[in-house]
């Protein structure tokens, strides 16, 4: 168990909708990132949050966005879904991007599958 | 463009035998590298990692060495077990500024037969 959580574990919608998935970083840590799992794809990193600011931004979908709460949760909202994104999301903390060791803690992922 | 690269998506070794995973770079950028190991349903775990400034880093039965001229790393697990079976990735993050991402390798899908 690496001490960060993800909800929902499965998660089932339709064309069109939108979702929101939920992550809670390791007790301590600040930076929160979200990676994309996609069939035989590795993971893609789409954002990073760092005490509540966004800090850098990788491959990800204007359709998609993201936050950092007061209490260093995070939030990643997708809309306006299409079938590609039918994926794996990952959550990953660590506790300070600028350490030499920052080794990423990974969450357990959602599953999104869209119809 | 993929920075980071597992050229082989599995492999199958013998339990008590060496297994060796490999990784190739291209971004000279990179300062800090990480191999996680992921179960299925599960979300990848840090299992060991090298900074740029060394060639070598040791933790049990897993070393993992690194050839800057070359742009690889590769991942040793001596002896291998039936339990290490998983999908291993190698990750490279970038140095200076903001930039903490992780770039991933597609993963290697490690088989140790008892």
């Known amino acids: 168990d690496s001490g960060v959580t993800q909800t929902p574990k499965h998660l089932i919608t339709a064309t069109g909708q939108r979702v929101t998935l939920r992550c809670s970083p390791r007790s301590g840590d600040l930076s929160v990132y979200w990676y994309q799992q996609s069939l035989d794809q590795g993971l893609q990193f789409l954002i990073q949050y760092y005490n509540g600011e966004e800090r850098a931004k990788g491959n990800i979908l204007e359709r998609f966005s993201a936050q950092q709460f007061p209490d260093l949760h995070s939030e990643l909202n997708l809309s306006s879904l299409e079938l590609g994104d039918s994926a794996l999301y990952f959550c990953?903390?660590?506790?300070?991007?600028?350490?030499?060791?920052?080794?990423?803690?990974f969450g357990p992922g959602t599953r999104l599958t869209v119809l | 463009d993929q920075q980071v690269k597992q050229n082989s998506p599995s492999l199958s070794v013998q339990e008590g035998r060496i297994s060796i995973l490999n990784c190739d770079y291209t971004n000279s950028m990179f300062d800090y590298f990480l191999w996680y190991k992921k179960y299925p349903a599960e979300g990848p775990t840090f299992l060991i990692s090298?900074?740029?400034?060394?060639d070598k880093n040791e933790d049990g039965r897993f070393t993992v060495f690194l050839n800057k001229s070359a742009k690889h790393l590769s991942l040793h697990i001596v002896p291998s077990q039936p339990g290490d079976s998983a999908v291993y990735f190698c990750?490279?993050?970038?140095?200076?500024?903001?930039?903490?991402?992780?770039?991933f390798g597609k993963g290697t899908l490690l088989t140790v037969n008892p």
């Open positions: 990953a903390s660590s506790v300070d991007p600028s350490g030499i060791q920052n080794e990423q803690f």
């Open positions: 090298i900074s740029s400034i060394k």
């Open positions: 990750a490279a993050r970038g140095s200076g500024g903001s930039n903490y991402k992780l770039t």
